[in-house]
């Protein structure tokens, strides 16, 4: 089966860094582009960026172009997202998501990860 | 890379058809075959219902067609049922591995 499964829920103070993660199974992990997309409470999905595993190569939204990083590690088929210093703003849901092989869409989601920044 | 504009709501009677729409510029929608459609569930994943504007994925029920007409795509879904009622995100590619999705629709079965 092909799936994506993210790390548990995290809580974090203002200030704080923070790397979840997203690993893939059932595919080639390397060969397919993974995306990040957030949820703000009660909000819609926002594109955050997408990174391609087999050489690294990242793209970003303008909105979150050095407000997070996006990095992988094929050896253990998983992807991350990071955060050096959170913000209260940063509360929401994260999903990762896997470009589909048959065109610019995403057909596998993560269950998504929950993290809450809060003093 | 503003998000695609789609109306907050929508509803229907079970049978009948509804129509989301999807509105973006000729950067996103109009300028790629690539627009895809999303059903959420609350507390839930998204799931892709439609991709290449047009095109269902194995196990997506027919009720559910794409389709775009210059800078706007839009999403159908016939035979409306209960299990319908959620909210439907559209999405475009952008060019360069970059993607933007809308703001999100809450459908509604009456």
């Known amino acids: 089966e092909v799936q994506l499964v993210q790390s548990g829920a995290e809580v974090k103070k203002p200030g704080e860094s923070l790397k979840i993660s997203c690993k893939g199974s059932g595919y080639s992990f390397s060969s397919f582009l993974i995306g990040w997309v957030r949820q703000m409470p009660g909000k819609g999905l926002e594109w955050m960026g997408i990174?391609?595993?087999?050489?690294?190569?990242?793209r970003y939204s303008p909105s979150f172009q050095g407000q997070v990083t996006v990095s992988a590690d094929t050896s253990i088929s998983t992807a991350y997202l990071q955060w050096s210093s959170l913000r209260a703003s940063d509360t929401a849901m994260y999903y990762c998501?896997?470009?589909?092989?048959?065109?610019?869409?995403?057909?596998?989601w993560g269950q998504g990860t929950v993290v809450t920044v809060s003093s | 890379q503003s998000a695609l504009t789609q109306p907050a709501s929508v509803s229907g009677s079970p049978g009948q058809s509804i129509t989301i729409s999807c509105s973006g510029t000729?950067?996103?929608?109009?300028?790629?075959?690539?627009v895809s459609w999303y059903q959420q569930y609350p507390g839930k994943a998204p799931k892709l219902m439609i991709y290449?504007?047009?095109k269902r994925p194995s196990g997506v029920s027919s009720r559910f067609s794409g389709s775009k007409s210059g800078n706007t795509a839009s999403l159908t879904i016939s035979g409306l049922q209960a299990e319908d009622e959620a909210d439907y995100y559209c999405g475009s590619y952008t060019g360069s591995s970059t993607w933007v999705f809308g703001g999100g629709t809450k459908m509604t079965v009456l």
């Open positions: 290449d504007v047009n």
């Open positions: 990174i391609y595993p087999a050489d690294s190569d990242t």
């Open positions: 000729s950067s996103d929608v109009g300028g790629f075959n690539y």
């Open positions: 998501a896997r470009r589909s092989p048959l065109t610019d869409a995403f057909d596998i």
